[in-house]
């Protein structure tokens, strides 16, 4: 007998959610995509659809930020049966970080191998650009430093080990791919690389705490990814994410630059057809263990 996570929802509840999901289906995902905000558009891109709304999912949290759709969508994306999260889940809404990260352990019981993330971050590296890609090659989790783990608590050896490493979080392979798929698509000269550092949020950072990230080896910043990255990897799915740089972080105390939400769609909305070309190019050439796919 297991104890409860501290979610409330135990290992046979997500199972019970995941043998729902299969049961309203015949799409069998392989790839689970989670939209950040302003790009939940690559939801739209999955053919012969079958969507649901958060709200009608037993044990499935309920997305409360503008700009987030709640729906998982279920389709063939270039070929490949995926599932699509319109919408995720913020700390700053107020859930517990294992509720918010309850839909990684649904993905994987799903049958889903390669997990790919995207969010809207700001941009802490001085190279980077309004509207440049960042592929994620690592992360830094500051909740984590003051204990706020999605993994805390008992832990069920059925999802995972009890101390996953996260040394090789970030698939080297997909990353290797996004350089490659980005090429040909010509966005070499806004696709870069780095850290991105996850805070609480919902209030942005002061300047003196960019100052610091950035001091810390953070090259983007944000309110989320990071604890979605975790539970993936503690079930053993791959992991790919991908960061939009909305906005600079103010680093300047002379600077008249202020973070906002709105500029944060906007520049989402910009990009976003290129960020959906590119991840969907990616599901395309993946290579596959299920030989369905
Ligand atoms: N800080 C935190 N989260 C964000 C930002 C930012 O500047 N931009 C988009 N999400």
Not at 40 to 69: E, R, W
Not at 182 to 191: I, K, R
Not at 277 to 282: A, C, G, Q
């Given at each position: 007998?297991?104890?409860?996570?501290?979610?409330?929802?135990?290992?046979?509840?997500?199972?019970?959610?995941?043998?729902?999901?299969?049961?309203?289906?015949?799409?069998?995902?392989?790839?689970?995509?989670?939209?950040?905000?302003?790009?939940?558009?690559?939801?739209?891109?999955?053919?012969?659809?079958?969507?649901?709304?958060?709200?009608?999912?037993?044990?499935?949290?309920?997305?409360?930020?503008?700009?987030?759709?709640?729906?998982?969508?279920?389709?063939?994306?270039?070929?490949?049966?995926?599932?699509?999260?319109?919408?995720?889940?913020?700390?700053?809404?107020?859930?517990?970080?294992?509720?918010?990260?309850?839909?990684?352990?649904?993905?994987?019981?799903?049958?889903?191998?390669?997990?790919?993330?995207?969010?809207?971050?700001?941009?802490?590296?001085?190279?980077?650009?309004?509207?440049?890609?960042?592929?994620?090659k690592?992360?830094?989790?500051?909740?984590?430093?003051?204990?706020?783990?999605?993994?805390?608590?008992?832990?069920?050896?059925?999802?995972?080990?009890?101390?996953?490493?996260?040394?090789d979080a970030y698939d080297r392979e997909l990353q290797q791919l996004?350089?490659?798929?980005?090429?040909?698509?010509?966005?070499?000269?806004?696709?870069?690389?780095?850290?991105?550092?996850?805070?609480?949020?919902?209030?942005?950072?002061?300047?003196?705490?960019?100052?610091?990230?950035?001091?810390?080896?953070?090259?983007?910043?944000?309110?989320?990814?990071?604890?979605?990255?975790?539970?993936?990897?503690?079930?053993?799915?791959r992991?790919f994410?991908?960061?939009?740089?909305?906005?600079?972080?103010?680093?300047?105390?002379?600077?008249?630059?202020?973070?906002?939400?709105?500029?944060?769609?906007?520049?989402?909305?910009?990009?976003?057809?290129?960020?959906?070309?590119?991840?969907?190019?990616?599901?395309?050439?993946?290579?596959?263990?299920?030989?369905?796919?």
């Amino acid at each position: 007998m297991f104890p409860e996570s501290s979610t409330g929802i135990s290992y046979e509840d997500c199972k019970g959610t995941a043998d729902w999901l299969l049961s309203q289906t015949s799409v069998r995902p392989l790839v689970g995509i989670v939209c950040g905000s302003g790009l939940g558009g690559l939801a739209d891109m999955l053919k012969d659809q079958v969507a649901f709304n958060y709200k009608d999912i037993p044990n499935f949290p309920q997305s409360t930020v503008a700009g987030h759709a709640g729906r998982l969508v279920f389709g063939m994306l270039k070929g490949r049966p995926c599932v699509c999260m319109q919408g995720r889940f913020h700390l700053y809404e107020g859930y517990a970080i294992q509720k918010i990260t309850l839909p990684m352990r649904i993905f994987s019981l799903l049958g889903v191998e390669t997990v790919i993330l995207t969010n809207a971050a700001g941009g802490l590296n001085q190279d980077f650009k309004v509207g440049d890609i960042m592929i994620m090659k690592d992360h830094i989790n500051m909740p984590g430093f003051a204990g706020n783990n999605p993994l805390s608590g008992p832990n069920d050896d059925r999802f995972g080990v009890r101390f996953p490493c996260m040394s090789d979080a970030y698939d080297r392979e997909l990353q290797q791919l996004a350089v490659d798929v980005g090429q040909e698509l010509g966005y070499g000269d806004f696709l870069r690389e780095g850290v991105y550092c996850v805070l609480g949020g919902p209030s942005f950072e002061t300047i003196a705490e960019c100052r610091m990230l950035h001091k810390l080896g953070a090259d983007a910043v944000g309110m989320s990814t990071v604890h979605e990255v975790i539970v993936a990897r503690h079930c053993g799915m791959r992991v790919f994410a991908l960061s939009l740089i909305t906005n600079k972080a103010v680093m300047d105390y002379d600077s008249e630059e202020k973070a906002n939400h709105k500029e944060v769609l906007e520049t989402g909305q910009h990009r976003s057809i290129q960020l959906q070309k590119l991840v969907s190019t990616m599901v395309n050439r993946m290579e596959y263990n299920n030989t369905n796919a």
